[in-house]
């Protein structure tokens, strides 16, 4: 186990301890699912569930699988992949989340925690018929805002995280290309669910 793989998974064990550790009551459990409606505009999906324990004030915990062809703007925020002729997918991911909201599960601002397991597939218009694949380890702290302006509960959830990302397997080179994997990455979209 590298050291940066022990650090990360110490950092999630530590704010998952903290999130079981509130003691603020609230009267009962309850389950929201999510979607992020831009991972199928870019050929993916998204689905998230999350929980809101019972006796707990002010956390939601939760797990969530997604996929995305990465658009171009993403690509070239790397100046050494830009024009290159990459093309990026997140193939499959699988990640734990845990949000703290400030003044109570599930309603306005939080602040949040994103750790899992990216699975990429990459090729190159310049390198035809060939790709890449590989994994990386993220861990994402994040902010955002649960809004719901309706009677019933649909809500919207706009939010934005920086990542830390790192590779664990695979390769991430075509030919003599490389495709560069940045340390951080920033993030930015909009979930929208519903609680049950």
Known sequence: MTNKFKTIAIAVLMFFSIATSDSMAQDKTTFSIETDPSTFVFKGYAIHIRIKPAENKH???GVGTYAL???????????????????????SAYSLFGEYYFEEANNKWFAGLQAGVQNYKNSNSNIPNIESKYSNL???????????PFEFPLYFKPWFGLGYTTKISGSNTIANSEYDISPLIPFMTLHVGYTL
Do not use: A
Not at 74 to 87: A, E, H, P, R, Y
Not at 138 to 148: F, H, R
């Open 138 to 148: 993220l861990l994402m702290p994040s902010i955002g805002y649960n809004w719901k």
């Open 69 to 91: 062809e990465l658009p171009s703007l993403m690509v070239d925020l790397n100046d050494k992949n830009k024009d290159k002729g990459w093309t990026v997918r997140i193939n």
């Open 59 to 61: 956390i939601v915990i």
